[in-house]
C-alpha cells in the first residue's frame, strides 16, 4: 500500500492531496508551493519541526490532520470513475488568466467536458452572472446578450446557481455556444440539487470545473472563492441583476482586484434585484451595458491592453514623443523657425 510520501513523490499526486487538505484560497499553502514545490510542501506539513515563517505553525496544525492516504486514494479513484482531469499548472489547458491570482491561485483544477475551452485567450471568455431571485426582465435581457456573446464566438461562464446563473447556461447551450459552470464543490455533486440535468449537460456538451476534489461540499466561504474563480477566468464580468448586498458583488470586487472589467445592466429603478447593478454603476465600479456592442468594447479592451503589455515588454512599443515623424527626421531641430 503507497504511503503519503511515495504519494506525494509525483507534482500532480501532490497537488491533488494538497487541494484536499487546504481551502480555496489558501495563500499560505500557495506560498509554500511557489517556493519549495508541492512535494517539498506536503513533506514540511509533515514534518517534526514547525515551518519558517508567518502563520507556520497555525498552517501545519490546520493541513497536517488532513493529509491521509487512504483519502487520498479515495479522490483519485472518483476521480477516474467520474471521468473527470484533474489540471495542475504546465497542462496545455491550464487557463490564461489565472496566475493573476498570485498565492491564492487554485492549487489544482477539476475538469469534465471540453477542457479545450479553458486554452481559449481571457478576451474570449466572459462570466454572466447575478441574482438567483431574478426577474423575467433580468431572464430575458441575460438569454439576448448571451445570444450574441455565442454569436461571436465567445466562451460563457457562470457559477450554476439559480436566476441569471441558469439563464446564462441554457442560453449558451440553446444557442450551440461554449459554457463552462465553475462549482463550489465536487463534480460529482451538483449544486444546486434542482440543477443537476442541466449541469450534466454542461459537462457533456461545455465544461464542468472546480478546484475542490470530488466529495467535497459547498460551503459559505467555498462560494465567495469560486467567485476570484470566475473574475481569473474572464476577460470581463457582466452582472445582469443583483440585489443591494448580493453575494455576486463579490465577484465585482476579486475583478477590480484583479483589473478586469465589469458590466452591469440597468434595470427598473424600483426594482430590487436590480439594486446592486445601480449601486454598481453609481459607484463607478461597472461600466453601463446597453447591448452586446458594450459587452464587446469591454473584451476587445482586455485583448488591446494584452497586447500592448506583450509589446511593451518586449520593447516594441515606444512612447509616441520618443519617435521623430518622419518630416523632423529630414529637417533636423527647429531654432527659432
Same mark, same amino acid.
Given at each position: 500500500?503507497?504511503?503519503?510520501?511515495?504519494?506525494?513523490?509525483?507534482?500532480?499526486?501532490?497537488?491533488?492531496?494538497?487541494?484536499?487538505?487546504?481551502?480555496?484560497?489558501?495563500?499560505?499553502?500557495?506560498?509554500?508551493?511557489?517556493?519549495?514545490?508541492?512535494?517539498?510542501?506536503?513533506?514540511?506539513?509533515?514534518?517534526?519541526?514547525?515551518?519558517?515563517?508567518?502563520?507556520?505553525?497555525?498552517?501545519?496544525?490546520?493541513?497536517?490532520?488532513?493529509?491521509?492516504?487512504?483519502?487520498?486514494?479515495?479522490?483519485?479513484?472518483?476521480?477516474?470513475?467520474?471521468?473527470?482531469?484533474?489540471?495542475?499548472?504546465?497542462?496545455?489547458?491550464?487557463?490564461?488568466?489565472?496566475?493573476?491570482?498570485?498565492?491564492?491561485?487554485?492549487?489544482?483544477?477539476?475538469?469534465?467536458?471540453?477542457?479545450?475551452?479553458?486554452?481559449?485567450?481571457?478576451?474570449?471568455?466572459?462570466?454572466?452572472?447575478?441574482?438567483?431571485?431574478?426577474?423575467?426582465?433580468?431572464?430575458?435581457?441575460?438569454?439576448?446578450?448571451?445570444?450574441?456573446?455565442?454569436? /461571436?464566438? #465567445?466562451?460563457? =461562464?457562470? %457559477?450554476?446557481?439559480? &436566476?441569471?446563473?441558469? $439563464?446564462?447556461? +441554457?442560453? !449558451?447551450?440553446?444557442?450551440?455556444?461554449?459554457?463552462?459552470?465553475?462549482?463550489?464543490?465536487?463534480?460529482?455533486?451538483?449544486?444546486?440539487?434542482?440543477?443537476?440535468?442541466?449541469?450534466?449537460?454542461?459537462?457533456?456538451?461545455?465544461?464542468?470545473?472546480?478546484?475542490?476534489?470530488?466529495?467535497?461540499?459547498?460551503?459559505?466561504?467555498?462560494?465567495?472563492?469560486?467567485?476570484?474563480?470566475?473574475?481569473?477566468?474572464?476577460?470581463?464580468?457582466?452582472?445582469?441583476?443583483?440585489?443591494?448586498?448580493?453575494?455576486?458583488?463579490?465577484?465585482?470586487?476579486?475583478?477590480?482586484?484583479?483589473?478586469?472589467?465589469?458590466?452591469?445592466?440597468?434595470?427598473?429603478?424600483?426594482?430590487?434585484?436590480?439594486?446592486?447593478?445601480?449601486?454598481?454603476?453609481?459607484?463607478?465600479?461597472?461600466?453601463?451595458?446597453?447591448?452586446?456592442? /458594450?459587452? #464587446?468594447?469591454? =473584451?476587445? %479592451?482586455?485583448?488591446? &491592453?494584452?497586447?500592448? $503589455?506583450?509589446? +511593451?515588454? !518586449?520593447?516594441?512599443?515606444?512612447?509616441?514623443?520618443?519617435?521623430?515623424?518622419?518630416?523632423?527626421?529630414?529637417?533636423?531641430?527647429?531654432?527659432?523657425?
Amino acid at each position: 500500500m503507497d504511503t503519503i510520501n511515495e504519494l506525494a513523490a509525483e507534482e500532480r499526486t501532490a497537488r491533488i492531496i494538497l487541494s484536499v487538505a487546504s481551502e480555496p484560497g489558501d495563500a499560505v499553502t500557495g506560498r509554500m508551493i511557489r517556493t519549495v514545490g508541492a512535494s517539498e510542501t506536503i513533506a514540511r506539513v509533515l514534518a517534526d519541526q514547525v515551518p519558517v515563517g508567518p502563520d507556520g505553525d497555525t498552517w501545519q496544525r490546520r493541513l497536517a490532520p488532513r493529509i491521509d492516504a487512504t483519502q487520498t486514494r479515495r479522490v483519485l479513484a472518483e476521480t477516474e470513475r467520474h471521468g473527470m482531469r484533474v489540471l495542475i499548472p504546465g497542462d496545455a489547458e491550464w487557463p490564461a488568466g489565472i496566475g493573476a491570482l498570485g498565492d491564492r491561485a487554485p492549487v489544482a483544477l477539476w475538469a469534465k467536458g471540453n477542457t479545450g475551452l479553458l486554452s481559449r485567450p481571457v478576451w474570449d471568455r466572459l462570466t454572466v452572472t447575478g441574482a438567483r431571485a431574478s426577474t423575467g426582465y433580468g431572464e430575458h435581457v441575460t438569454t439576448e446578450l448571451v445570444q450574441s456573446a455565442v454569436a /461571436d464566438t #465567445r466562451v460563457v =461562464l457562470s %457559477g450554476g446557481a439559480y &436566476g441569471i446563473d441558469g $439563464a446564462a447556461h +441554457r442560453a !449558451a447551450l440553446a444557442s450551440g455556444g461554449s459554457t463552462v459552470a465553475v462549482l463550489a464543490g465536487g463534480l460529482d455533486r451538483p449544486y444546486p440539487a434542482g440543477h443537476a440535468d442541466l449541469l450534466t449537460r454542461v459537462g457533456k456538451d461545455g465544461l464542468l470545473l472546480s478546484e475542490l476534489p470530488p466529495g467535497a461540499a459547498p460551503t459559505k466561504w467555498r462560494f465567495l472563492q469560486r467567485g476570484r474563480l470566475l473574475a481569473a477566468l474572464s476577460g470581463t464580468a457582466l452582472i445582469a441583476e443583483a440585489g443591494y448586498r448580493s453575494g455576486t458583488l463579490h465577484t465585482v470586487a476579486r475583478a477590480a482586484e484583479l483589473g478586469r472589467p465589469v458590466g452591469a445592466i440597468p434595470g427598473p429603478i424600483t426594482s430590487a434585484s436590480s439594486a446592486g447593478c445601480h449601486r454598481l454603476l453609481r459607484d463607478g465600479l461597472a461600466t453601463v451595458i446597453t447591448g452586446y456592442d /458594450d459587452v #464587446r468594447s469591454l =473584451l476587445d %479592451g482586455v485583448r488591446d &491592453g494584452a497586447h500592448r $503589455a506583450v509589446r +511593451r515588454t !518586449a520593447g516594441l512599443e515606444a512612447a509616441p514623443l520618443d519617435t521623430p515623424t518622419p518630416s523632423a527626421q529630414r529637417e533636423g531641430p527647429s531654432l527659432g523657425r
